[in-house]
T-cell receptor
Framework: AAGVIQSPRHLIKEKRETATLKCYPIPRHDTVYWYQQGPGQDPQFLISFYEKMQSDKGSIPDRFSAQQFSDYHSELNMSSLELGDSALYFC????????????FGQGTRLTVV | GDSVTQMEGPVTLSEEAFLTINCTYTATGYPSLFWYVQYPGEGLQLLLKATKADDKGSNKGFEATYRKETTSFHLEKGSVQVSDSAVYFCALIPPGGGYNKLIFGAGTRLAVHP
């Protein structure tokens, strides 16, 4: 079965640079979620989209932005990167039906040096 | 606000031992409850879920029962294997929240040795 695809799997950037993370949801899933997981931490919700519109916003820094495109893939854009942005970034997708849970990709490991 | 509290790890067990990982939650109304598992270097996998009180979720020998009276959703397995070594996250979807926006507990690391 098709899963959530994230790219790249690993990314190394320098401070103050920009990064773009991509997410391809499970086919027919209309909702995408982005999470950030620091070392030894639980995933923290950043932002979500439903039918290409932002549906919820969590602890996403102003330096980050995201969007969902017409083909339902999503991109997380991160600018003016800081050392503290080093983390695993997960994308998850679901249908817009409460209680199904969300299905996660393998994540992108971002290292800021 | 809504939150999940898990027992601290690591939990270290011998193969074939009985596993319990405690999870309690705080939420208004009836949240949906989940257990996710994260193997080293991988994403989170949905292990099991329950959407209403007294429901039992089960998968791969793991099970958890939604207890409204104790606001708990403890994860159990009768006989663990080395391959069960991973980090386990309890999570909830609040009743009034986004469709499947998850709030996670801190995670419990399980190490099973032969």
């Amino acid at each position: 079965a098709a899963g959530v695809i994230q790219s790249p799997r690993h990314l190394i950037k320098e401070k103050r640079e920009t990064a773009t993370l991509k997410c391809y949801p499970i086919p027919r899933h209309d909702t995408v979620y982005w999470y950030q997981q620091g070392p030894g931490q639980d995933p923290q919700f950043l932002i979500s989209f439903y039918e290409k519109m932002q549906s919820d916003k969590g602890s996403i820094p102003d330096r980050f932005s995201a969007q969902q495109f017409s083909d339902y893939h999503s991109e997380l854009n991160m600018s003016s990167l800081e050392l503290g942005d080093s983390a695993l970034y997960f994308c998850a997708s679901s249908l817009a039906q409460r209680g199904l849970g969300a299905f996660f990709g393998q994540g992108t490991r971002l290292t800021v040096v | 606000g809504d939150s999940v509290t898990q027992m601290e790890g690591p939990v270290t067990l011998s193969e074939e031992a009985f596993l319990t990982i405690n999870c309690t939650y705080t939420a208004t109304g009836y949240p949906s409850l989940f257990w996710y598992v994260q193997y080293p270097g991988e994403g989170l996998q949905l292990l099991l879920k329950a959407t209403k009180a007294d429901d039992k979720g089960s998968n791969k020998g793991f099970e958890a029962t939604y207890r409204k009276e104790t606001t708990s959703f403890h994860l159990e397995k009768g006989s663990v294997q080395v391959s069960d070594s991973a980090v386990y996250f309890c999570a909830l979807i609040p009743p009034g929240g986004g469709y499947n926006k998850l709030i996670f507990g801190a995670g419990t690391r399980l190490a099973v040795h032969p």
